[in-house]
């Protein structure tokens, strides 16, 4: 049997979990990298395609890349000399299921369709 305590210690670590996937994407830079990995979902993209798109820097690209991947918000595959980095739609689902169970259901802040007409 879980224990009120330890339940609220779960949501907590979600909670700080969640905070930091959005601390993360939470520059300019990483933003624009998430947007681009998904429009090539799922194929993903390799690094020399992300820097070419985005013009960023390959040091500076790199770091961004590293705290996506820290955060489980990329995966990362080597492909002989390549690494094809993909957005983790898993995690991605987590978030957003996090914020619509608080926004769409508990306190109805919006109502679910027009959060879905938002994202066509």
Do not use: W
Request: hydrophobic letters at 40%; aromatic letters at 6%; glycine letters at 4%.
């Amino acid at each position: 049997m879980v224990s009120a305590t330890s339940k609220v210690q779960t949501n907590s670590d979600r909670v700080a979990r969640y905070a930091d996937m959005f601390s993360a994407m939470g520059t300019e830079p990483r933003l624009r990298i998430m947007q681009l990995l998904l429009s090539a979902h799922p194929e993903g993209l390799v690094v020399s395609e992300i820097q070419d798109e985005l013009e960023i820097p390959g040091s500076t690209l790199s770091h961004h890349l590293d705290k996506l991947k820290n955060e489980e918000l990329v995966q990362v595959e080597r492909k002989g000399t390549f690494l094809r980095y993909t957005a983790n739609t898993e995690a991605l689902r987590e978030i957003l299921q996090f914020l619509y169970a608080e926004c769409c259901t508990r306190n109805k802040a919006l109502k679910p369709q027009d959060l879905v007409q938002f994202c066509k």
